[in-house]
Every structure is written in C-alpha cells, then in structure tokens.
C-alpha cells in the first residue's frame, strides 16, 4: 500500500523474537505544594514492572482504573519520560532518548487512543490528519500522500471519498478506523492501543476488534492492547498480564489465565464479570471485594493487595511478593497463589 | 400496542385500575423538533412493569434507551421534546399531568440512578446536604432527623464511616462511593419505581459487581420496581426478569431473560449477542459484527428500521423496506417485530446463529 517501510528493516523480522523488553520501569508523578513547589510525595502510578513483548504477539495490560495500565503505555511509546528503569526496543535503550532522537522510531511505535472523539482535530479534513505522519516524518510516497491516504482509508473500511470531510462527520467506529488509518501510515511494528473499542457500541466494538486482527495478520503487527473489558482481552490477547496499583501481579497466557488464575486479584476480577447467562443468575460464586482500590499516593507496604485480599495473613503486610514463574509462562506475585498443582510451591517462600 | 380511545379518556388523573401493571406505558413517542428535521428518538414503546421486578432495556446508542426514562421521570425541559403517549404510575397518568405534579413525584413515588455520579451531583454541596434537601422536600422532619437518616442511607449502600463522610463533597468521593451516594439519594425516600441509567457502565468491574449486588440487595428490600437500562448484555442477564431491545426508538424484541438469552428471535437480538465475546463459553476465533452502523433518528429507514443491516432482510420479498413490522406475540408474551416467517426465522437461529454463539 504505501512505500512507508523503503529503507527501513533491512533484515527481515521473525516472529516470535523479542521485540521490547521492560526492565525495572518505573513512573513516579512528584506532588508539589506550597509557595516552593517543594515535592510533598509522589503519586507511584508504574512502579517497577518487567515484561517482554515478542514480534506479531498480542500482550493485554488489564486492571482497574488507577492501576497504571494507561501510564505504562505513554512509557512504551515514549509520551512520557520514566522515572527510573529501562526500555528496550528492538536492541535499543528508548529509556531516556530525547524528543529529536525519539522521532525516527516513531515511525516503529505508534499508539491507538480510546477517544476517538478527543483525539482527531477537528479543523483538520480527514485527508490531512491521515496523511499528518508522512509529513511529520518526511517519508516519500510513490504516488503521492493523497494516493495513500485513500489507500490507508480503504484498508480500515472507509471509503477513500472521506479524503475531504472532517471528523464530526462520522460516528464513533469511523473515526475510530480514521484513528486507526493514521496509526498505520507508516507501517508501524509495534502498536499500543489504549482501550481501543471501549468507548465503542456493542456491535461496533466487534467489527473494530475483527479489524484490528485482520491488521495484524496483515502486517505482522505487535499489539500491547490496554483495556479492562475482561471478555474483549480473552478474544484478543496471546498474553495477558493483570496489574494492580502500578505493578504486575499476574501474568500469563491467554488460556493459562482465565482457566487457572493464580493471583487472588486475577480469581476476583473473573469472577466479577457479568456472564450473559440467565441460568447462571444469581447462582455465580462471586468473590466480592471489599471497598476500592487505595490511593496511589500511599500504597499499602509490601503486597499491595493486602488490604482487599480474603487470604492476606501477616506475611502479606510485611514481605513483598516477587513476580515468580510458578508454572512455565506463568508468573505470579502472591504468597498463597491459588490453582497450585504441587504443594511444594508453597515451601519456596 | 393501542388501547380503545374511550378507556383513555375516563379521568386519567384518578387512581382507577388501569391495566394491571405498576408501572404501565404505552405507545410512547418523544420526538425533538430540530433545524434539521425531527428526531423521533422514542417512537412507539409500550411495556408494563410490576413492583419487585425488574426490567432491563437493551440498545445501542441513540436507541431511545435514555430518553424512554428521562420521559418517565418527567426530565425533558418543557417546549424541547413532543411527547405523546400514556405514562401510568400506579394509575396516574405522568403525560398530562403538570410539571408540579410530577415533580411531587420524583423523588418518593420514582427516582432515578444516572450513568455519571459526579455529573449528577452539585459540586458546591456536602454528600449529606443533598440526600437532606432530598429527604425533607417529601417528609417533615428537622434536620437533625434526616441528616441521620442520611448517616444510615450512606451506611446502608457500604460507605464506610458514614458519620464522617456525610460531610464530605462529591469530589471528594472515588467513583464507585459517589455511585452508592447517589443510590443512596435515590433511595433515601424509599421510591417504588427506581430507574437506573447505565449505572455502572462508568466503574470498574469489582467495583460493578458491588453495585449490582446492592441495587439488588435493596430492591428485595424495598419490593421496588426496576428499570435498568444498559448496552452491557451480562448486567441485563444478572439482573432483569424482563428485557426490552430496542433500536432506532423502537423495540424490537420484548421478552423474560430467558426468551432474550435462550431462544431470541430478532436478528438484531442475534447481532448483539454475536458481537459480544463471552467468558463463559469456548473463545472463538471471530466475532461476528452487525455490519453497517445505526440509523440517523432524522431520517429511519423506510419499513423496519433495521433492514439495512440484517442478514434476512432479503428473505421478506421487499416487505422489510416498504412495512413497519409489528410487534407481536410469538407465544408466551415473546413480542418480536420481524417480518421473517417461523419457519426461516427458526431455521435462521437453529443453523447461522446458534451454532456460533
């Protein structure tokens, strides 16, 4: 479709190679009071995590809200600078490049955002928002930027005479696909979609999700996918890693996770969606957590999870759990993890 | 759907046994004259509700889910919105009765839960303020007295220490307490009609879970009536006897949950349910989408609105471009406005739709 990828890749990508590494990544936002602005404390939004995306997967951040999901991603694209920790992408440190430096591997990694309503200008026509990363990047294309505009538009299933109209023309799932359109220009590798489909209806929601898997077999894509729609992240995800109050408690396989979840919070979350089954009504063993996520600002010592957990006992306030891998591909932050196989998991704490 | 004129007329202020039901509301239309053209965001619906059941009203966006319920309670600013039609609550009619009438209304006869808590809540005043002015507009008491029905209500919906956060302000509240504070305000005059707009539609899933508990848990309670109006299939399916799924304003299928779940008729019924991922069952490899997108409530397709986007549309012989389809019984109170004869539609659920779900 468009010659977005001319000079770059010369070697030829394999699946199933890592990606991106996040090593140690934290995200600290200081809190500044009085006349000195002095720091009074700091809101730990990401605070240590450590993952590996692999080429053409799908890894899903899920959590509730506050617990850091959306941050990780401006980390990964680099929309925000981290605190401390490090950031691999493809061999290279991205932790701490500058802006200008930062610009060429844009072409690489480029965000989806959930509102497709806040993040399309709405002055510009839908041609020039598309086509706003070919002149950012000063990528030459064969046939001219107009050409691959339309062509970037046929390809998300909008019709290439939208070129002139301006958002407020669409619905929510077109400009959701424009969002989409642009975040392909240039042929990205790696895509963070900040809860792409959530602010979707139902029966759009399911042909966003179609389109954004057809894309990936397509272009070979790698998606970190951040949403908290536990049955969307089932459809989408290879890996899905479960984060509670800026760290990583759970992470795993797809199928690992929602047949065997390990972590209390994990076993909570399931049982906590709604099931559209009547004969399950009322009948579905609920874990009803207490109360609501604590602040961020003061999180309870060691594990963090403590607070709201029915199997917390006094390790749990004093030791910090460390992300293990109980099973192959299965790692778990929790001293009493349920769905052991062996009890000798147990002995190694 | 129409009743006999004459019955309509015989003194609809009085508390005369109409119907049967509670809550009964029939052929009801809002329509908002705009520079563009009219918007029939609500154009025919009728349902009856009974005390201690729960009805669940399902549609997309700009279904005339909101709007139906902003009729009832009386909330569409006088000279916007045409609204014709007959709202019973318990025998009075709520169309022609006058604002102030129905004013006295809200509050302790119907009360209303909405999708955003902070939105509904004034900022400049404490939590316990507002469920006091709610409190004392319908019962006589000092304010001591309400300020501690206040405490128990806030106690009541799980807000812990009561006593000290009744003098709290919205914002200072997380999301899922502001919703309880809300539900609280709303039950704070024990209404007997409580109508919950995407209540939990902006929480989290737990946090979701408690709520839904709650508003159950307090129904039981109050032997109140319930509508829940929500896009989210499993929250209808945890807590509706009843579902209504409307589209373009009107509905499309009416049935107990079972009917909805089990055995839907509507392919637009069929569309919802095949484009939502299930957890409960094997994940499958594609979802399948309704294609195209919503009608512009300006200007509905001809004959059954939903015609540009479904599948069997061909199967009518054009009678789904040039009729409106009728809602009608398919036995058991299952109401479905379809043109599909019982034959295709059965073969269409038992070999497309089943299957695949």
Known sequence: MTTADTESTPVVPKIGEEILSVDGLVKHFPIRKGVLQRQVGAVQAVDGLTFNVTRGETLSLVGESGCGKTTTGRLLTRLLAPTSGKIVFEGRDISHLGEGRMRPLRRDVQMIFQDPYGSLNPRHTVGKIVGAPFRLQHVKTEHGVKRAVQELLELVGLSPEHYNRYPHEFSGGQRQRIGIARTLALRPKLIVADEPVSALDVSIQAQVVNLLEDLQEEFDLTYVMIAHDLSVVRHVSDRVAVMYLGKIVELADRVDLYEKPMHPYTVALLSAVPVPDTKRKGKQERIRLQGDVPSPINPPPACRFHTRCWKAQEICKTQEPPLVELKPGHQTACHFPENVEAPAAKADQ | ?357
Request: aromatic share 6%; charged share 25%.
């Open chain 2, 1 to 357: 759907m129409t009743e006999p004129i004459e019955e309509v007329q015989d003194a609809p202020v009085q508390r005369v046994e109409r119907g049967e039901a509670f809550l009964d509301v029939r052929n009801l239309q809002v329509h908002f004259p705009t520079d563009d053209g009219v918007v029939k965001s609500v154009d025919g619906v009728s349902f009856k509700l009974e005390r201690g059941k729960t009805l669940g009203i399902v549609g997309e966006s700009g279904s005339g889910k909101s709007v139906t319920s902003l009729s009832i309670m009386g909330l569409h600013p006088p000279g916007v919105a045409k609204i014709s039609g007959q709202i019973f609550l318990d025998g009075q009619d709520l169309v022609s009765s006058s604002r102030e009438e129905v004013r006295l209304l809200r509050g302790k006869r119907m009360a209303m839960i909405f999708q955003d808590p902070l939105s509904a809540m004034h900022p400049f005043y404490t939590v316990g303020r507002q469920i006091i002015e709610a409190y004392q507009v319908h019962n006589e008491v000092s304010k001591q007295v309400a300020r501690k029905h206040a405490i128990e209500m806030l106690d009541r919906v799980g807000i812990p220490q009561p006593d000290r956060r009744v003098d709290a302000y919205p914002h200072q509240f997380s999301g899922g307490m502001r919703q309880r504070a809300m539900i609280a305000m709303a039950l704070s005059c024990d209404p007997d009609l409580l109508i919950a707009d995407e209540p939990t539609t902006a929480l989290d899933v737990t946090v979701q879970a408690q709520i839904l508990d709650l508003i159950r848990d307090l129904q039981r309670e109050f032997n109140s009536a319930v509508i829940i109006i929500t896009h989210d299939l499993g929250v209808v399916a945890e807590l509706a006897d009843d579902i209504q799924v409307m589209y373009a304003g009107r509905a499309a299928e009416y049935g107990t949950a079972e009917d909805i779940f089990d055995r839907p008729q509507h392919p637009y019924t069929w569309g919802l349910l095949g484009s939502m991922p299930r957890i409960d069952r094997e994940r499958s490899e594609r979802l399948i989408p309704i294609k195209g997108t919503p009608p512009s409530l300006i200007n509905v397709p001809s004959g059954c609105a939903f015609n540009p986007r479904c599948n069997y549309a061909h199967l009518n012989d054009g009678l789904s471009q040039t009729e409106r389809p009728e809602l009608l019984d398919t036995g058991n109170g299952h109401l479905v406005a379809c043109h599909l004869s019982p034959q295709n539609r059965r073969q269409a659920w038992e070999t497309d739709i089943k299957p695949k779900l």
